[in-house]
């Protein structure tokens, strides 16, 4: 029989999606080892399809909150880490892509710091995205990992908040 760890379940579970920051610099221990984490992460046949934009400049993080509505919040963040795919048909590795920007989230959590996620779509922000930071053709942008101080709030109350039963989201077996 599987060993539990509580702890580790609870981690998971605690991971969440951060808007606010405390403001502060970012401890570079702890950026080297929330990419070493990225790194490890695995990827169809190992390709490793990716690279990591690391933003940092208050004054870019300023202009990226800019590129689409609804991420102002971004500016107040200490970096960024845009995961980019690479190669030919570079959206295909979008699975790959998925799991090492959800690996930066827990690595940021890990480290004692907040994060949370932004992607940017052609008829929002991405041609401004690209454009900012020099991002060449050929290589799509994924998304991008916030990550900041944690703040000092509470978390969203309302109808959003909660999480469906777990009889509403898993089937087993088949559909009847």
């Known amino acids: 029989m599987a060993r539990i760890d509580q702890n580790k379940i609870a981690f998971l579970r605690g991971q969440r999606q951060h808007r606010s920051f405390s403001p502060g610099?970012?401890?570079?221990?702890?950026?080297?080892?929330i990419l070493e984490v990225a790194r490890w992460?695995?990827?169809a046949n190992n390709r490793q399809s990716w690279r990591f934009l690391v933003v940092d400049d208050p004054e870019l993080l300023a202009a990226l909150a800019e590129?689409?509505?609804?991420?102002?919040?971004?500016?107040?963040?200490?970096?960024a880490i845009l995961v980019l795919t690479v190669g030919e048909n570079a959206q295909a590795w979008r699975f790959d892509a998925g799991r090492v920007a959800e690996r930066l989230l827990l690595a940021s959590n890990a480290v004692g710091l907040s994060a949370g996620v932004?992607?940017?779509a052609p008829e929002a922000g991405e041609p401004a995205v690209r454009?900012?930071?020099?991002?060449?053709?050929?290589?799509?942008?994924y998304s991008a990992?916030?990550?900041?101080?944690?703040?000092?709030?509470?978390?969203?109350?309302?109808a959003n908040t909660g999480r469906k039963?777990?009889?509403e989201l898993v089937i087993r077996n088949r559909f009847s």
């Open 145 to 158: 990992v916030i990550v900041g101080n944690p703040a000092e709030t509470k978390l969203a109350s309302g």
């Open 25 to 33: 610099p970012i401890d570079q221990e702890a950026i080297d080892q």
């Open 41 to 43: 992460t695995g990827s």
């Open 165 to 167: 039963p777990i009889e």
């Open 118 to 120: 932004i992607s940017w």
């Open 131 to 141: 454009q900012l930071l020099g991002v060449p053709e050929g290589i799509w942008i």
């Open 67 to 79: 590129t689409k509505s609804g991420i102002g919040w971004v500016k107040d963040a200490g970096l």
